[in-house]
């Protein structure tokens, strides 16, 4: 009696605990605070004289809500496919423990606070937001089951964030915001170049499109791809000096990541190997936060 009273009475609370942890699932919790990250950062970075931290939370959670939304709405649209892959598998949506209709509530009043909550800066950030939800969620995500330029069209709502942080503080579309976006642009491709080349199987096993082949296999020249995509990142370095934004020091600070992170994409192709690739990845994790450190501490 005792023991079926204990189990009964610790039920609620292990159901709300994994409630919980699936709606974090849900919106890409861990992933979800890079974009918060990168918009965060570029306010930092276009901001002059005093910054109010009040203004940094609302971005953040701004941020963080819409982007939680386009992460509910593409599990909603791949959970048949997320059962096919193991790393997916136990999405709640694939595992059956939510339905589609919560799902798609949550989503949907994350995006009407997140979108408020932009819209507190400028029409500018909220209306980039809703872009890169709706761009996200309807065109990469189908895309993803069609072609390789998936990873394209997903680098765009990908890169908003730092679109968003600019126009949030400066209310217009600047050199600083276009430089800011083209940098977590063209970075995203050696990124993805090397997590699907990591994944490469359980992307075909569900039918996924959006990582290049050849005869059936892997396609060698990715390694390559990132090495070229890396080396732009060079001029896009050195613009934010050039306007006028930054010193010369972070210039030749995001050359040399650059040239780092270009050398890894090089060496992927060079061994097309797993520990090769995981290199790459690795190095893209730190490229970015270093960048925008460095692009922050040197603002003129």
């Given at each position: 009696?005792n023991?079926?009273?204990?189990?009964?009475?610790?039920?609620p609370?292990k159901?709300?605990?994994?409630?919980?942890?699936d709606l974090?699932?849900?919106?890409?919790?861990?992933?979800n605070?890079t974009v918060?990250?990168s918009?965060?950062?570029?306010?930092?970075?276009a901001?002059?004289?005093?910054v109010?931290?009040?203004s940094?939370?609302?971005?953040?959670?701004?941020g963080?809500?819409?982007?939680g939304?386009?992460?509910?709405l593409n599990?909603?649209?791949?959970?048949?496919?997320?059962?096919?892959?193991?790393?997916t598998?136990?999405?709640p949506?694939?595992?059956?423990?939510?339905?589609?209709?919560?799902?798609?509530l949550?989503a949907?009043?994350?995006?009407?606070?997140?979108l408020?909550?932009?819209?507190?800066?400028n029409?500018?950030?909220?209306?980039?937001?809703?872009?890169?939800?709706?761009?996200?969620?309807?065109?990469?995500?189908?895309?993803k089951r069609?072609?390789?330029?998936?990873?394209?069209?997903?680098a765009?709502?990908?890169?908003?964030?730092?679109?968003?942080?600019?126009?949030?503080?400066?209310?217009e579309?600047?050199?600083?915001?276009?430089?800011l976006?083209?940098?977590?642009?063209?970075w995203q491709?050696?990124?993805?170049?090397?997590?699907?080349?990591?994944g490469?199987?359980?992307?075909q096993?569900?039918?996924?499109?959006?990582?290049?082949?050849?005869?059936?296999?892997?396609d060698?020249?990715i390694?390559?791809?990132?090495?070229?995509y890396?080396?732009?990142?060079?001029?896009?370095?050195?613009?934010?000096w050039?306007?006028?934004?930054t010193?010369?020091v972070s210039?030749?600070?995001?050359?040399?990541l650059?040239?780092?992170?270009?050398?890894?994409?090089?060496?992927?192709?060079?061994?097309?190997?797993r520990?090769a690739?995981m290199?790459l990845m690795?190095?893209?994790?730190f490229?970015?936060?270093?960048?925008?450190?460095?692009?922050?501490?040197?603002k003129?």
């Amino acid at each position: 009696m005792n023991t079926k009273t204990k189990t009964v009475a610790a039920t609620p609370a292990k159901l709300v605990s994994q409630k919980v942890r699936d709606l974090g699932v849900l919106v890409k919790f861990k992933l979800n605070l890079t974009v918060v990250f990168s918009a965060v950062m570029a306010y930092l970075i276009a901001a002059t004289g005093s910054v109010s931290w009040a203004s940094i939370l609302i971005l953040a959670l701004g941020g963080f809500c819409v982007a939680g939304a386009a992460n509910a709405l593409n599990q909603v649209l791949e959970r048949d496919f997320d059962k096919l892959m193991k790393r997916t598998s136990d999405r709640p949506l694939a595992a059956g423990r939510m339905k589609v209709s919560e799902a798609v509530l949550a989503a949907g009043l994350l995006s009407i606070i997140g979108l408020m909550l932009l819209a507190v800066f400028n029409p500018w950030a909220s209306l980039f937001g809703m872009i890169a939800m709706l761009s996200y969620a309807f065109l990469y995500t189908p895309m993803k089951r069609i072609s390789p330029a998936a990873i394209a069209v997903g680098a765009f709502p990908g890169a908003l964030p730092m679109l968003i942080g600019c126009v949030a503080f400066q209310g217009e579309l600047t050199s600083l915001a276009f430089g800011l976006f083209a940098l977590q642009f063209f970075w995203q491709f050696p990124h993805f170049g090397a997590i699907s080349w990591l994944g490469f199987e359980d992307y075909q096993k569900a039918g996924f499109k959006f990582v290049a082949e050849k005869n059936g296999k892997i396609d060698p020249s990715i390694g390559i791809q990132g090495c070229i995509y890396a080396l732009c990142l060079i001029p896009v370095g050195l613009l934010p000096w050039y306007a006028g934004y930054t010193g010369i020091v972070s210039g030749i600070f995001l050359t040399v990541l650059a040239l780092v992170y270009a050398w890894f994409g090089w060496n992927l192709h060079k061994k097309n190997d797993r520990k090769a690739a995981m290199q790459l990845m690795f190095s893209s994790f730190f490229y970015l936060p270093l960048a925008l450190f460095a692009l922050w501490f040197d603002k003129i």
